[in-house]
């Protein structure tokens, strides 16, 4: 029999309050996605990968492929791009993102052509079972010192161990990461022994992809990752005035490529998320010294709009007693059974990786709410912007094709 809270998120489903990754009419996801550029770039496609065919054939293999990655984008953006910019006028698909749709785990998937339930990195804050720590995972530090993993033993392949398809394209794959992550663990497990070139500002990077395109006819995958929308919209929320001028700066960058490129090379856009704007109503705090603490194995993990927790063993009624006791109005509570269950991971049974660094419970909320671990005052709390759940503004992305 199904428990109350699995009741509240099947109904949220079916009253479109929440979307679900992959079941009912969803359109293709970021899985597809990823498999679709890979086949591009010479990787197999496996017979059961249909939607991931269709998006490679939409997207076209007869010239190079510029793929632009705009951190944040959702499909909210779309009633928001300049009218006459390139975002405005290109083609548009709607896809939609993993769960959690946050950038640790869609930047992942795309990087494997994996749902969460199979790569094992669910969330900006992993908590790493085997050496007990939570990890900031695509920083790759831990989160309260913020020292670097390798000081506590930790490889980049124990943290990234799932394979990544874009590092198996060989010689038809150039990345093009802002300079601070451009060599960084997450983005050299992404690509491999693939070459890359950092980009100090817009105009830089533009300027590497037309040279490396247009100058030195390279051909294959042109990977361009750009940060600048989701980071103004973490800050001022996704609607501000500070997050437009981001995304009018972006446009005018693409367009600008665009426009050099001249037909030389196919490009598409897409997206790892969309955002919410979080009110102060509706930011819970999670104190170091609540006692609800004392029945977790290790502080929460996860994110905030999808809070993720270790509850130690025989501690389980205790624990949901008190959750559902303080948060109960606004959050469903789930064992990693049920939510295994309700297959919000993927469609196949979690990995055993997966399992432990998700934990025993995670929390879904239908409306905008958010759970901060941490002090009151900090920064995470501070933001405007957040995302990771599954509301329409969250899961829904674009590919846009011009």
């Not at 980049?156 to 038809?172: H, I, K, T």
């Not at 060599?183 to 590497?208: C, I, K, Q, V």
């Not at 063993?313 to 006791?325: I, K, N, W």
């Not at 709410?369 to 933001?383: F, K, T």
Request: a negative charge.
């Amino acid at each position: 029999m199904a428990s109350a809270d699995v009741e509240r998120v099947e109904r949220w489903f079916r009253d479109g309050d929440l979307l679900h990754p992959f079941e009912g009419d969803a359109p293709p996801s970021t899985v597809d996605l990823a498999r679709a550029i890979a086949s591009i770039g010479g990787v197999p496609l496996s017979h059961q990968d249909t939607s991931a065919a269709e998006l490679a054939e939409r997207i076209g293999r007869d010239r190079p492929l510029l793929f632009v990655l705009v951190d944040g984008l959702g499909c909210v953006f779309d009633e928001l791009a300049a009218p006459g910019g390139l975002l405005a006028g290109a083609e548009g698909i709607q896809l939609r993102s993993v769960f959690p749709s946050t950038t640790a785990a869609a930047l992942t998937t795309l990087a494997t052509g994996a749902w969460p339930c199979q790569h094992g990195v669910p969330a900006w804050y992993t908590h790493l079972h085997h050496n007990d720590l939570t990890a900031t995972i695509l920083p790759f530090v831990e989160r309260d010192s913020e020292r670097k993993l390798q000081e506590f033993g930790i490889r980049p392949s124990e943290a990234f161990a799932y394979p990544s398809l874009m590092a198996s394209m060989q010689g038809r794959l150039r990345t093009y990461h802002p300079r601070a992550i451009s060599n960084s663990e997450f983005t050299t497990y992404l690509r491999g022994s693939a070459p890359t070139d950092p980009y100090d500002s817009l105009r830089d990077a533009a300027a590497s992809v037309v040279s490396r395109i247009v100058e030195q006819d390279e051909p294959g995958i042109h990977y361009l990752y750009l940060p600048m929308v989701d980071s103004a919209s973490h800050r001022d929320g996704p609607h501000a005035s500070g997050t437009l001028r981001a995304l009018e700066k972006v446009d005018r960058a693409l367009g600008a490529i665009s426009e050099q490129l001249d037909g030389r090379a196919r490009i598409a856009i897409s997206a790892d998320h969309g955002e919410l704007h979080v009110s102060a109503a509706e930011k819970s705090l999670f104190l170091p010294d609540d006692e609800i603490i004392d029945e977790l194995h290790t502080p929460p993990h996860g994110e905030p709009r999808v809070p993720m927790f270790c509850v130690r063993s025989g501690r389980e009624d205790a624990f949901a007693g008190q959750f559902r006791e303080r948060w109960g109005r606004d959050w469903a509570l789930l064992t990693l059974e049920e939510a295994e269950q309700l297959r919000l991971f993927g469609p196949t049974p979690l990995s055993r990786l997966a399992a432990e660094r998700i934990g025993s419970h995670i929390a879904v909320s239908a409306n905008r709410n958010i759970l901060v671990y941490g002090e009151a005052g900090n920064r995470v709390s501070a933001l405007n912007g957040y995302h990771a759940g599954l509301r329409s503004e969250e899961m829904e992305i674009p590919l846009l094709l011009a």
